[in-house]
Every structure is written in structure tokens, then in C-alpha cells.
């Protein structure tokens, strides 16, 4: 046999250590990093003290980088056109970003250079040429805090429920490291039957769930490809809000408070959450068009898949069976926002009591997993880029999208900073608006992303607040031994 026909030891190894360096991305990573689709999750630490940045590169390289070999991998794409995660060396400095602004100026002052800020690197697409992330430290005071980092992350790298994992084993609890972040349990509402006919509740229930599953994939079908929502106040139909400026404003409830209303309508958190925001959009949207108060509006509610009660650690998290593993297990429930209604008005726990039916009747429907089948096919017979473009007409024909994490009960710390608050937006998606919830230390930190010289996000987040303080009123209005039946 020639030299040259025999098989090459070296060269062998070499490429079976290559695509041991290779990783499939999952289906919903392409549809996420595609010419159709690009989002980011922008998470925004708000320090209690001035930042200290000289052990960042120390702690990017010892604590960041090894949290998962996706940070330190490009998307590439493989022989088949399927992508693949490829492991580079990463160029720290290239990922580090402190931004310079004017010295000497007030805290509110660096509040309008902030937002600019966010806005700037929010419309920025990530280099492909790089792993998709990058960390920007601001050392200028704002009126909320000493100091802020901002974590952006691409987000096919995981969902919130992945990089919040992720930047949790960055964090330490503030008033003792050597102890966990703990977190609020996520559990099941149990309800006894105490009704004989069991089996005819059962058989309806069944029928429920087969022809809400029916009407809801139908209806998204038709959401994602034929109907738009109105053009309303919150949604301005523009085809290039993704790629345009927008303004970020938050507000800060009391998780007391949304307890207090939850016991008093029997209905979940997110139920209570979900009824305020419906509420405040509605209460904006009648102010700046009173028309627009009974348009069809339909907000996009993100929806974990996992399992799960709380959240694991990363190391269990990349294991091949893990009971909440890292990646992207998402889906979109459509919700049609409530109408605002002169009853309504009168009587505000109805916009809680009647998300809490309209995201009943979605959890019970299997919509999401004939959608997720759909996508599936498409990818394969069109590629996923037809899949990619299949989800970002699903966002573009809403009004607007809503997700949510949780957040740990005790202040965490970020290399010695303790970190007085925290807020996350999802930027790239391609509607007017996004509203967001983390809850954090006993609070809530609801978070507006708005089309800037669009939507006035400032009295976008009054008009929320309103709606808790209209709600939580009625509520306390309400005896303990009464029966709430709207």
C-alpha cells in the first residue's frame, strides 16, 4: 500500500477531536440565531456600591467561562447545514465592554445615558464571529444604584430559566457566601373533588382540554400566519421595531400585596400579575385612543415546559437526564387581553379572575407541543429558516410578549457588590412591546421594553400601577369570608 493511501493516525485524532469539540444546536438555538430571528436577554444588576472592575477578566475566565461550554463555542454550520456549537478560544477582551461617560454629572443625569445605553447595545446584534455574549460594567451612579452590570446573552445559548441558572452560579448570598441562594418553590395547586360523579368530571375535563388544544393550535395557526392584532397604542405594526430604539422603565411591587390579592380570588401569582398588566395596558391604551380600549390585543406569555420546582444546579443541569436541563424548553401562549369593559372598571379583580381562566384553559390545551411538532416539520422539509420565520410572525402579530423568572429570597452579591435589585428584558423580538417579571428579595420588578416615539413607557408604567392600586383596593374591600363569583 502507498504512503500516501495510508489512513493517518494524527490526522484521524485530529478530527475526531474536532467534532468531539462539536455540539448540535438544538432546533429552537437555529430558530433563535437566524437571518429571520435574532434575540437577546439583556440582565441588568443594580449595585450597592461603586464597581471595582479589576478582577473581571479573572472572574470571565475562572467562574464564567466554565459554567457551560456554550459560552465558549461560535454557532457554525455543519456538512448538512445543521449548526453546531464549535469550542474556540475565547478573547476575553473582545466580551468585556465599560462604556465612558461624562464625569461630574447627577445621578438622573446618567439615568437618560443608561437608558441611551441600554437602547444602543439592545439593537446591536452580537458577532457571530464570537461566543454570544457580552458583559457591560457602568461605573457612573444612577438614581437606582451605585453602580450596574449588564449581562447580555444571546438567546440560543437557553432560556431565562438556563442563563438565569448561569448567572446565579456567578452570585453568592450577600450576607454569607459560604451559604445558598435560596428560592421561592414553584408547586402545584391542588384541588379536592369531593363530587361523586368523579367520572363525568373527569370525561369533561378530557373533552375540555381536546377542544381547547383544537381551537388554541388553530387559532395560533392563523395568528402566526394570517391575523394581525389592531394597531393600538402598544402596537404600531411597524416591520422594523426589532431593529429600533426602545426604552426600558420598571416599577416595584410588593409580593406581600400580590399574595393578599392571590388568597383573596383563590387564583395563582402570575394570575394576580398577569390581571394588573392587563388592566394597566388597557387603563394606557383608553388614554392615548379611547377607541382602542376593545381592540384585539393578544399578549404572547412565555411559557416554561420543564417540570420543575426550583432551580438546579448548572452541573445538574447539562446532564444527559436532568430533571430541568439547560436549553430552551419554551412555548408562546396566546392571550387575548380583556376588554375593558365599564363593569370591568367597576370591579378590577375581574381582569385577574379571568386571566386566571383564559391561562387555565391554555395550560390544560396541548397546543403548544402540536405547535412544537409543526416547527419540527417544517425544519425538516424547509429548513429552519421557514421555522424561524414561522415564530417571528408569531411575535410580529401580537401586541406584545410577557416572561417571567424568580429570583432568589436573599440579597446575592456579584464579587463583594451586594446587588440591591435586578431586571431582565428580551430585545430583538419584533413588536412594540415587552414586559417582563423578576422577583427578587420579597419584591417584584416588573420591567417595560417599549418602541421608542412610540409608546411612552414612562406612563405606560403608571397606568400599571394604577391598575395594582385599583386591585388591591377592591380586594381589601373584600371580607375574608366572602365569595368572589364574578
Known amino acids: 500500500m502507498k504512503t500516501a493511501e495510508r489512513e493517518n493516525p494524527l490526522s484521524k485524532r485530529i478530527m475526531e ?167 421561592p418553590t414553584v408547586s402545584a395547586r391542588l384541588h379536592s373533588n369531593k363530587n361523586n360523579n368523579s367520572i363525568f368530571r373527569c370525561v369533561s375535563k378530557i373533552f375540555s382540554a381536546v377542544s381547547e388544544t383544537v381551537s388554541d393550535f388553530c387559532r395560533s395557526i392563523a395568528k402566526s400566519t394570517l391575523l394581525e392584532d389592531d394597531q393600538t397604542p402598544i402596537r404600531s405594526g411597524n416591520a422594523a421595531a426589532e431593529f429600533g430604539p426602545m426604552t426600558i422603565a420598571t416599577m416595584t411591587f410588593s409580593l406581600d400585596h400580590i399574595k393578599q390579592i392571590k388568597t383573596k380570588v383563590d387564583a395563582t401569582i402570575n394570575d394576580v400579575v398577569m390581571g394588573i398588566i392587563f388592566l394597566g395596558t388597557r387603563l394606557y391604551m383608553q388614554e392615548m385612543c379611547q377607541d382602542s380600549s376593545k381592540a384585539s390585543s393578544t399578549a404572547l406569555v412565555l411559557l416554561n415546559t420543564r417540570v420543575f420546582r426550583s432551580y438546579e444546579s448548572v452541573k445538574d443541569m447539562v446532564k444527559p437526564n436532568a430533571k430541568t436541563p439547560w436549553g430552551n424548553y419554551i412555548a408562546f401562549l396566546h392571550v387575548p387581553i380583556p376588554e375593558l369593559t365599564d363593569a370591568r372598571f367597576a370591579n378590577p379583580l375581574e381582569f385577574v379572575l379571568e386571566a386566571q381562566q383564559i391561562i387555565n384553559g391554555k395550560k390544560n390545551s396541548l397546543a403548544c407541543y402540536l405547535t412544537g411538532g409543526l416547527l419540527e416539520i417544517l425544519k425538516k422539509v424547509r429548513g429552519p429558516e421557514a421555522a424561524a420565520r414561522f415564530i417571528h410572525g408569531t411575535l410580529k402579530n401580537a401586541s406584545m410578549g410577557i416572561s417571567n423568572i424568580i429570583g432568589p429570597v436573599e440579597k446575592m452579591a456579584l464579587a463583594n457588590h451586594p446587588m440591591k435589585g435586578f431586571y431582565f428584558m428580551v430585545v430583538g423580538a419584533p413588536h412594540s412591546l415587552s414586559i417582563t417579571i423578576a422577583s427578587y428579595m420579597g419584591k417584584l420588578r416588573v420591567a417595560v421594553g417599549a418602541e421608542k416615539g412610540f409608546i411612552d413607557s414612562q406612563k405606560l408604567t403608571s397606568c400599571i400601577e394604577t391598575a395594582f392600586q385599583m386591585i388591591l383596593k377592591t380586594s381589601c374591600e373584600i371580607s375574608s369570608t366572602d365569595h368572589i363569583n364574578f
Not at 18 to 43: I, M, R, W
Request: glycine share 6%; charged share 20%.
Open 17 to 183: 477531536f474536532e467534532e468531539e469539540e462539536k455540539e448540535p444546536v438544538s432546533p429552537t438555538g437555529q430558530y433563535l440565531n437566524s437571518s429571520a430571528l435574532s434575540l437577546s436577554v439583556l440582565c441588568i444588576l443594580e449595585s450597592e456600591v461603586p464597581i471595582d472592575d479589576s478582577p473581571a477578566m479573572t472572574l470571565l475566565k475562572d467562574v464564567f467561562l466554565p459554567i457551560n461550554p456554550r459560552f465558549s463555542s461560535l454557532m457554525v454550520a455543519g456538512e448538512n447545514g445543521e449548526k453546531q456549537w464549535k469550542r474556540v478560544e475565547v478573547k476575553l477582551e473582545n466580551h468585556l465592554k465599560v462604556p465612558v461617560f461624562p464625569s461630574g454629572l447627577s445621578p438622573e443625569a446618567y439615568d437618560m445615558y443608561l437608558d441611551d445605553y441600554i437602547s444602543k447595545i439592545g439593537m446591536e446584534q452580537l458577532p457571530q464571529s464570537q461566543p454570544l455574549w457580552e458583559i457591560h460594567i457602568i461605573k457612573y451612579p444612577t438614581s437606582h444604584a451605585a453602580g450596574i452590570v449588564i449581562f447580555k446573552l444571546h438567546h440560543s445559548l437557553g432560556d431565562g430559566f438556563s442563563l438565569m441558572g448561569a448567572l446565579l452560579s456567578c452570585l453568592q448570598r450577600a450576607d454569607n457566601p459560604s451559604l445558598p441562594l435560596t428560592f
